[in-house]
């Protein structure tokens, strides 16, 4: 079936701008995590979402992040008045909650954003 | 607080020979997931196991096994007879039962080279 899919694959923009970014889990998975992957930070989680609600934003660097989720599925994360220093690539991962704990994470293919 | 590391930054190899990447970790909670990750030149994370703490068990897929050890909080991982297409970044990550969110946090990654 179908995986995580994430758009754009690329975005340029202008420091100051705002941007979003798509993600599309795959069908059926509840859970949803946004992660940020820069040459500096490593891997960083961001925020997780189980349905709509988004239990933990703990890993949001900043107020100008924020993510929404819709009828459990889409979800969207925008960064308002870009900096810099938001250069990185934006991963968004889905799991299916299960009976044996921890699911596993399929990731998609990421979104590479570049501030001018 | 959760923490993995991998000492390894960077591993050249030759074709065909064996090559183990290091994974260490360090947490609090008594239950948790280890995982381990494959980040090709393509970008996108592909997942190669989970491993819960309550399970030992060293595990064996192909040319791929995993050493699981509690006793010195390791969870290696070994190529046998490497290839080319081996070639990519891979990260270790823990997630804990405790964390609710079920996020991931990763180790830097190694960067392995698999030379013809």
């Known amino acids: 079936g179908a995986g995580v899919s994430q758009s754009p694959s690329n975005k340029v923009t202008e420091k100051g701008k705002d941007v979003e970014l798509r993600c599309d889990p795959i069908s059926g998975h509840t859970a949803l995590y946004w992660y940020r992957q820069s040459l500096g930070q490593g891997l960083e989680f961001l925020i997780y979402f189980q349905g709509n609600s988004a239990p933990d934003k703990s890993g949001l660097p900043s107020d100008r992040f924020s993510a929404e989720r819709t009828g459990g599925s889409v979800s969207t994360l925008t960064i308002q008045r870009t900096q810099q220093e938001d250069s990185a690539v934006y991963l968004c991962a889905s799991s299916h909650p299960g009976l044996a704990g921890q699911e596993t994470q399929y990731f998609g293919p990421g979104t590479r954003l570049l501030v001018l | 607080a959760q923490k993995v590391t991998q000492a390894q930054t960077e591993i050249s190899v030759v074709e065909k020979e064996d090559v183990t990447l290091d994974c260490v970790y360090e947490t609090r909670d008594t239950t948790y997931y280890l995982f381990w990750y494959k980040q090709p030149p393509s970008g996108e994370l592909v997942f190669l196991i989970r491993?819960?703490?309550?399970?030992?068990q060293n595990e064996i897929s192909g040319r791929y096994s995993w050493n699981f050890q509690k006793s010195t909080s390791s969870f290696n991982f070994t190529i046998t007879a490497s290839q080319v297409v081996d070639s990519a970044v891979y990260f270790c990550a823990l997630s804990e039962a405790r964390s609710g969110s079920e996020k991931l946090v990763f180790g830097k990654g190694t960067k392995l080279t698999v030379n013809p």
């Open positions: 491993r819960n703490s309550f399970d030992e």
